[in-house]
């Protein structure tokens, strides 16, 4: 448990709450004018805890198949928590632990039923603009992520996905909607969630299926695809400004954060290299350029990106106001891997650290890991941070009293807390807010489960599709309402 070294403090107006996505939460996959995202065409799987990267292991065959199973096949996704229908009452019980800032996303293609469509699905707007507003009653700041894991199917099944350069001025149609028709309701907003991600899962991040792609080296496909996000995204930040000014808009990376194994100076060179990566995305969007080992990463693999001269001043101009991201876990990284136990974390894998436990999904707790990342962020880049993803994946059990006994969901929590003060009021970290991931139980991403629960508020709901999607409290529930009305004090 990490103890904190100088006295619990957070700033006033410290953004306090809890984080979701569309495709995660929402269900109504077929309703409400929306049209289909990949997220709405990916089997579900069995799959051990070691290979969770065959979930992402897509084809055009399992494409085809889940698009002629029937409405149901594909429960997780297409179901979810059915917070399509339960928002009101979910906001509600956000509101009662005290939040500040809910962190949702918006379905691109629940805004534009196609992407080509030149007119918006009004039904779409209503659905998140009520929700914006409801959140407002309450008192909630919403922080809205354009997409998370969820493209259109159009995009993938007549472009090619993300690859395509058309797909940018799809993106940009869309951002300018939503900054038009909810920007007086929302003030902090995200781009693209885990902009680093297309690396490791091509298909939700970036609509990419590789047998698509035939006699094509696959790796060039996606840095091609990722400098089409970079531009989209910056033309997006660009807009806003230009379109609200006031409003905030942020980058969103995933915080991996990798040791060395030893003190080899072979395993810290490993390291170095293996973190440069996890930065070289969000370095263009804070520095406004690509970073020259980005460059030269491309030049080793022997691919290359084609780019126009304007796309590097877009770059320029796009520059994020905020950086966020997620952390859960760290470990370790070595030259030589050979006999070395291995840590399966999420769709990342590392060397294991004997020095920490290790949940279910073989993910490493590690509050102080966090005051680490806060700290490498803040000098690195020199803007806000906020933490829009932290939390813990556990089994929980549904008493028949209703209750969830989930003392270790609140112990991580605390020690995550304390970290982050201490990065505040010791290290001088500017750090504005935190959003605990899943703070109502939601479908799992790697795993496509609902029983890796992240939730504060328990649901009903099985792997399979069978519950009655009621909500409970569990004991975490209150844990983080004191936290809350403490602003972080009484822990
Ligand atoms: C992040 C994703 C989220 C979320 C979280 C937890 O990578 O942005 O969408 O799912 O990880 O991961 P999992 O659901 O696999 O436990």
């Known amino acids: 448990m990490y103890q904190n070294q100088a006295s619990l403090h957070f700033p006033n107006g410290f953004l306090w709450g809890g984080a979701t996505a569309a495709n995660q939460v929402e269900g109504g996959w077929d309703e409400g004018g929306k049209g289909m995202t990949i997220q709405d065409c990916l089997p579900y799987r069995e799959v051990g805890v070691a290979d969770f990267t065959k979930q992402f292991a897509y084809s055009s065959a399992d494409l085809a198949e889940a698009l002629a199973a029937g409405p149901e096949a594909n429960y997780p996704k297409r179901r979810a928590i059915d917070f399509y229908h339960h928002y009101k009452e979910d906001i509600a019980l956000f509101a009662e632990m005290g939040f500040k800032v809910l962190r949702v996303s918006i379905c691109w293609s629940r805004i534009y039923t196609d992407p080509r469509d030149p007119e918006p699905n009004e039904e779409g707007i209503a659905f998140y603009e009520d929700m914006f507003r409801e959140c407002r009653k309450h008192g909630i700041e919403p922080l809205v992520t354009l997409s998370h894991y969820d493209p259109p199917l159009a995009l993938v099944t007549d472009y090619q996905g993300w690859y395509s350069r058309e797909v940018i001025g799809l993106f940009v149609k869309y951002a300018r909607t939503c900054f038009e028709r909810f920007g007086h309701l929302v003030k902090y907003w995200l781009t693209f969630n885990e ?52 409003l905030q808009v942020g980058c969103m990376m995933t915080k991996l954060c990798f040791y060395p194994y030893s003190c080899k100076p072979e395993d810290n060179l490993a390291t170095q290299q293996r973190m440069r990566g996890v930065y070289r995305y969000v370095d263009i969007q804070v520095f406004g350029e690509y970073p020259r080992y980005l ?197």
């Open 295 to 491: 460059w030269k990463e491309m030049e080793q693999k022997g691919v290359s990106i084609e780019y126009r001269p304007e796309d590097m001043e877009l770059l320029r101009e796009g520059t994020v106001d905020f950086v966020s991201f997620s952390y859960y876990m760290t470990s370790c990284m070595a030259a030589d891997t050979e006999g070395l136990d291995m840590a399966p974390g999420n769709t990342v894998n590392g060397v294991k650290n004997p020095y920490l436990p290790s949940s279910e999904w073989g993910w490493q707790t590690d509050a102080s890991g966090l005051r680490y990342s806060l700290v490498e962020l803040y000098d690195r880049y020199r803007k806000p941070l906020f933490i829009v993803e932290n939390g813990l994946g556990a089994r929980d059990t549904l008493e028949e009293d209703g209750s969830v006994h989930d003392p270790y969901r609140a112990a991580y929590l605390e020690e995550h807390v304390r970290a982050m003060s201490d990065a505040i009021n010791l290290d001088g970290v500017d750090l504005i807010g935190y959003t605990w991931w899943g703070c109502i139980d939601l479908v799992s991403e790697s795993t496509r489960q609902m029983s890796k629960r992240y939730g504060f508020i328990y649901v009903d709901m099985d792997d399979y599709g069978n519950g009655t999607q009621k909500r409970y409290k569990k004991d975490s529930f209150d844990y983080y309402k004191q936290v809350i009305e403490s602003n972080g004090t009484n822990l």
């Open 195 to 246: 902009v680093d991600a297309m690396l490791r899962h091509a298909v939700t991040s970036g609509g990419l299926i590789e047998d698509r792609f035939p006699g094509k080296n696959f790796d060039e496909v996606i840095y091609q695809a990722m400098h089409h996000q970079m531009v989209a995204s910056a033309q997006a930040v660009k807009l806003c400004h230009e379109m609200v000014p006031g």
